[in-house]
């Protein structure tokens, strides 16, 4: 396992005695060369997992562990150094991901020159390598980032990142600010790098039909737990959990044969908030299958295959 | 055939900006028929937001303009109107619910006043009558505890309630058209359903057509009878849903279709993007707007605009394209799939 | 995909297609307008705005006269010339040289009774009122013809036409006998117009008839005089009869003769010393201040910023004069430095506040999250990233601090507080032009037009500022 994390937990206090359990107890594991997506809706805790896990929070509880060495709780400036060569990000927002007084130059050769083992010559010519591996121009250096499209900038983020080869990136909603047509573009991208440079994944996105096109497995997610974890076609086309299954259902697909053919009524209810979270299972307050014992306990997780893992009382 | 409730023709709008003027909507026809959806769908800075907002004279008319074109509600001009004839027939012929149910909502105002101030306005009622309008409206759309919620502000509300509460608002005057623009875009997946269901059924119980604006094209084949696709301020293809998905014409919808994965897409079989971006509506071509774009372009897509053109004589779908042309040759032996990049060796 | 022209009836006069495949134009990432940096954008939007550049106009004109003025317009605003006080402006005057003053003998006539012979009734006014020779700013000689029955005369000056008897004006002296029919004024006489009135006396009253006489003296100087006032170098090179332009006061001059042109000048430096130096060291401040707690946020941030509303609290014309009083600056003594010292120590929590909420913004921003995955230390991160983005907003808050300090500085000098004279500041200016508003309105006019000016001038920068480097903050699409 590349990745790993033993009841990764991340609370933010906001407030007096208001406790966000954003990320409540995650435990799950990467394998190298793997992509893992991970989805849930607003409030699922998603990307603060994602941020957690490369040291961007502080932990709360809980260990994450990378290539087997346990990671710092808290991340300092020496520890993001040494480890940047191995864990790195792709951001959300391609309008506030990049410094907007930078030239693309400085922006995507900052991790290089941060490392200071290049010398400006040698970190413009990668720059100029990696503005054309991910599809623009060399010349394009010297701009800024306010003259590029959402696609655009996505791109040099990308490039960013890549340019200093680590071995596991956290992709956080990579896809989401962009248009339909050009997700594709990034998608592609991603993908080809990922052959190209071996590298392991995690894809969070709240795009159920991207998710599983991109990723090997799939984890759900639902007010900061694990509901379900394994191989995306498995979890999209039989779904196991309630949580999962709602999702799936809700999800709509290009095919108004398919549509017309489906006579689902989505369950009505939202999302409560994760604040001060009790014992219990998250779900039991929107869940069609109910019992009492989903209000007292949580449920545990269980394998219901070698490699697909649920937390349901259904399965106990 | 039924009637058409909407018919907007050969719309223009411009817009004077700093840079210049962008000429966002450039001759859009298209009708909406009792009963119906029609979702007008394309990517952000197509017009399609532009061309329902102009319809409901919301643009502030500096800095834009409606630079040609025609339409009419029920057979009566809508886009000449003085303010005053044009508040008469906003919210009440026509409802609108937004994008982002937290900034279209006025965050001082219950929602229940929010509601009766409509029907204070356009229907007269008192104050306590339009209240209990209100908290009925609620009720409708299956907001739980609507007299309580009736009482409460916008910030009480989740993103779900709140376009609910926003669609309660449009439904006050019982319009015979609702336009929804982007209204799921900002949604959890699980709400959006909920929503789009309740659309539906509320289209059904009251009897109103739908403009639905979306980039989603799922959602439009989940929610649509008819389908325009929207590119650089035209409309490139339009039809009924079966006919945009199963019988896509235009090699946008080609190029949508093909970059938006699905239950069959597999990692095999790759999602192919449409490399480039949309033109420079400061200075539209003045050939199709696609040209740049397009794996199947030939000579005359450069320099002439192709006419909408039906594809059938059984039916109304049809596509802005040179390929409808009689002479056209066979798509296949036009075929450039990388075509908008200098470095493709395959080019020509 | 063939058609046939029966469907699409306006595909039907449209001929010589070229349906060959299309080869690529250009490569579809391609970037058409040259590469603009966040300055030069700025800077093309703000040259845009009418206004704004106008402005920056003025400032650079304002600069230029306070910088420059002095070394082309050389004149001591401190020296005063005595021989015209209170000037309006003017062109140069002229003057004619002239002897130096001799006493005149006057008009007595011999064969007229100093005594009256018998006292009338009705005493007339003397006729034929008129200057026994040229009226110079010298002397004023003037001469009328004896009155029967008077046993004197009295001698009025005014302004301005009289309009009654008791409207003849200034006293200048009466004649004590009846044949004395001359009368020189030396009294202060300047090239204006003036109004001499004669009123024939018996003695013992005088009569109610008077007769007026316009006379507008000659601006005249003596060849002694020029040399003292350093107009000549020596005296040989000039004749009576020549004319010479007297000390040149484009604006005028105040009520102690002061030149008013070198007076604003000097007045701009005292001014505009204040107005950008307290600033500066002011927003300096707060940068560091605001930036550090915003930086480095929870606890740390919540005292400093409590610290800066203690400040806010302080009430700013007291602390003024506790601090005229520590430095033990009398009245009448110039208080610069307290004045700048108080603006400094009061002035920076604005600032603070405005780039603590700017650095707060900052620190959300992915970029910020992206340099500290590369292993981006505080200092890095604070120089590289933040205070560049923050530099929008410093140089607007900076613009408009500067003319709220000159305007700041104006008031207190008007009030007293500041500035004293007679160092001169555009605020004290205004102070002693004030005295005299209504009689010389020039006095007050120019300073109070150079402070509007100048505090208008900058607020409209500060506008124009804003929005070109604002809109630049937004991100395009």
Request: charged share 20%; proline share 6%; aromatic share 8%.
């Amino acid at each position: 396992m590349l990745v790993k994390t033993e009841n990764l937990k991340k609370h933010f206090q906001i407030g007096r005695g208001q406790n966000l359990h954003a990320v409540d107890g995650l435990s799950i594991e990467i394998a190298e060369n793997e992509i893992l997506g991970l989805v849930g809706e607003s409030g699922s805790g998603k990307s603060t997992f994602g941020k957690t896990l490369i040291g961007l929070h502080p932990t709360t509880s809980g260990k994450a562990y990378y290539k087997g060495e346990e990671l710092p709780q808290k991340f300092t400036a020496a520890d993001h150094l040494k480890y940047s060569r191995e864990l790195q990000m792709i951001f959300q927002d391609p309008y506030s991901s990049l410094n907007p007084r930078m030239t693309v130059l400085d922006i995507v050769g900052e991790g290089i020159s941060i490392q200071g083992q290049h010398t400006p010559h040698q970190v413009k010519e990668l720059v100029a390598e990696w503005l054309t591996k991910v599809g623009l121009n060399a010349d394009h250096m010297s701009r800024y980032p306010h003259e590029f499209s959402g696609g655009q900038r996505q791109r040099i983020g990308i490039a960013r990142a890549m340019i200093i080869e680590p071995r596991f990136v956290v992709c956080d909603e990579p896809i989401s600010a962009l248009d339909v047509s050009v997700q594709a573009q990034v998608i592609n991208l991603l993908d080809e790098l990922k052959n190209s440079m071996g590298l392991t994944m995690l894809f969070i996105a709240h795009d159920l039909s991207m998710v599983r096109y991109v990723s090997d497995r799939m984890a759900v997610m639902y007010l900061g737990t694990l509901v379900e974890m394994g191989p995306s076609d498995r979890v999209f086309f039989e779904p196991q959990h309630p949580y999962t299954k709602l999702l799936i259902e809700s999800n709509p697909e290009p095919d108004p044969r398919l549509e017309r053919a489906r006579g689902f009524v989505p369950i009505q209810g939202e999302i409560t908030s994760p604040v001060n979270v009790g014992a219990g299972c998250r779900f039991a307050d929107r869940c069609p299958r109910v019992s009492e014992q989903c209000l007292r306990e949580t449920p545990p997780i269980t394998q219901i295959a070698s490699d697909h893992v649920v937390s349901c009382h259904l399965f106990n | 055939m039924t009637d058409s409730i909407l018919e907007v023709t050969d719309l223009s709008v411009e817009f004077a900006t700093y840079g210049g003027r962008v000429k966002a909507v450039r001759g859009v026809s298209f009708d909406v028929k009792a009963g119906e959806t029609l979702a007008i769908v394309g990517e952000s800075g197509c017009g399609k937001s532009v061309t329902v907002q102009s319809l409901m004279g919301i643009i502030p008319m500096p800095p834009g303009e409606i630079t040609g074109g025609a339409a009419k509600l029920n057979g009566k001009d809508i886009l000449g109107l003085t303010p005053k004839q044009a508040n008469e027939f906003r919210g009440v012929k026509i409802g609108m619910i937004f994008q982002d149910p937290m900034t279209s909502l006025n965050p001082t105002m219950t929602i229940g006043d929010q509601i009766a101030e409509t029907l204070m306005v356009h229907r007269g009622m008192g104050k306590q009558d339009a209240f209990n309008r209100a908290v009925e409206l609620l009720d409708k759309t299956k907001i739980s505890e609507a007299a309580k919620r009736a009482k409460q502000y916008p910030f009480e509300f989740s993103g779900g309630m709140l376009q609910r509460a926003m669609i309660a608002q449009s439904l006050a005057c019982n319009p015979s058209l609702l336009i929804a623009d982007e209204p799921t875009t900002a949604l959890d997946v699980t709400i959006q359903a909920q929503i789009l269901e309740l659309m539906s059924e509320l289209q059904r119980t009251e009897n109103m057509s739908i403009i639905l604006i979306t980039h989603d094209l799922a959602v439009v084949a989940r929610m649509a009878d008819r389908v325009a696709v929207m590119y650089a301020g035209q409309i490139v293809e339009s039809g009924t849903v079966d006919e945009i998905f199963y019988a896509s014409a235009h090699p946008y919808t080609l190029g949508l279709r093909a970059a938006m994965p699905s239950n069959k897409t597999t990692r095999e079989k790759k999602l192919t993007p449409i490399l480039g971006s949309p033109p420079d509506l400061f200075h539209p071509p003045a050939g199709c707007g696609y040209f740049a774009r397009c794996p199947y372009a030939m000579g005359s897509c450069e320099t002439l605009l192709p006419p909408e053109c039906l594809l059938s004589t059984d039916s109304e779908h049809q596509s802005r394209c040179w390929l409808q042309h009689p002479d056209a040759p066979e798509v296949q032996a036009l075929f450039q799939p990388g075509r908008h990049q200098e470095e493709d060796p395959d080019a020509g | 995909m063939t058609n046939s022209t029966l469907l699409n009836p306006q595909l039907h006069d449209i001929e010589n297609l070229d349906f060959s495949p299309s080869a690529a134009k250009q490569s579809a990432e391609q970037i058409s307008r040259p590469s603009l940096s966040y300055w030069q954008d700025a800077w093309i939007r703000l040259k845009k705005n009418t206004r704004a550049l106008v402005s920056l106009y003025i400032v650079v004109g304002l600069t230029l006269f306070t910088l420059v003025g002095p070394i082309v317009w050389q004149v001591d605003p401190a020296l005063q010339d005595l021989n015209q006080l209170s000037q309006a402006p003017s062109l140069p005057k002229q003057a004619v040289f002239i002897e130096e003053h001799t006493r005149w003998q006057g008009i007595v006539l011999q064969d007229f009774p100093a005594e009256p012979a018998e006292f009338l009734d009705v005493l007339p006014a003397p006729a034929n009122l008129r200057t026994a020779e040229e009226a110079t700013t010298q002397a004023v000689r003037i001469a009328w013809d004896p009155v029967v029955g008077a046993g004197g005369y009295a001698v009025y000056r005014n302004q301005h036409l009289p309009e009654s008897i008791n409207d003849l004006g200034l006293p200048l002296g009466t004649k004590f006998a009846g044949n004395e029919v001359s009368y020189e004024d030396r009294l202060n006489v300047e090239g204006r117009d003036y109004y001499y009135s004669i009123v024939s006396t018996d003695g013992y009253d005088e009569s109610d008839s008077y007769i007026t006489l316009k006379v507008t003296p000659k601006i005249a100087i003596t060849k002694s005089e020029a040399l003292s006032r350093g107009l000549i170098t020596e005296i040989s090179n000039v004749k009576n009869g020549d004319v010479i332009s007297l000390e040149f006061h484009p604006f005028g001059t105040d009520y102690l003769g002061r030149d008013m042109l070198a007076r604003l000048m000097e007045g701009a430096r005292v001014s505009l010393f204040i107005g950008i130096v307290a600033p500066f060291l002011y927003v300096m401040f707060g940068i560091f201040y605001g930036g550090f707690a915003g930086y480095f946020g929870g606890n740390l941030d919540a005292i400093l910023m409590r610290f800066a509303d203690f400040v806010v609290a302080l009430p700013f014309l007291l602390f003024m004069i506790l601090f005229k009083i520590a430095f033990g600056i009398g009245p009448g003594e110039s208080g610069i430095l307290p004045m700048l010292i108080a603006l400094v120590l009061l002035g920076w929590p604005a600032t603070a506040r405005l780039v603590r909420g700017q650095v707060l913004q900052i620190r959300t921003q992915g970029y910020i999250e992206a340099a500290r995955l590369l292993g981006a230390k505080d200092h890095y991160l604070i120089i590289r990233h933040i205070i560049p983005n923050t530099m929008g907003v410093i140089l607007v808050t900076l613009t408009f601090a500067v003319p709220a300090a000159i305007f700041t500085e104006a008031f207190l000098s008007f009030i007293g507080m500041g500035v004293a004279p007679p160092t001169p500041s555009w605020g004290s200016m205004c102070n002693e032009g004030v005295k005299t508003m209504l009689s010389h309105p020039h006095e007050l006019f120019f300073p109070a037009l150079f402070i509007s000016t100048t505090v208008l001038a900058f607020n409209l920068l500060g506008d124009g500022l804003t929005e070109a480097l604002d809109s630049r903050m937004r991100s395009r699409e």
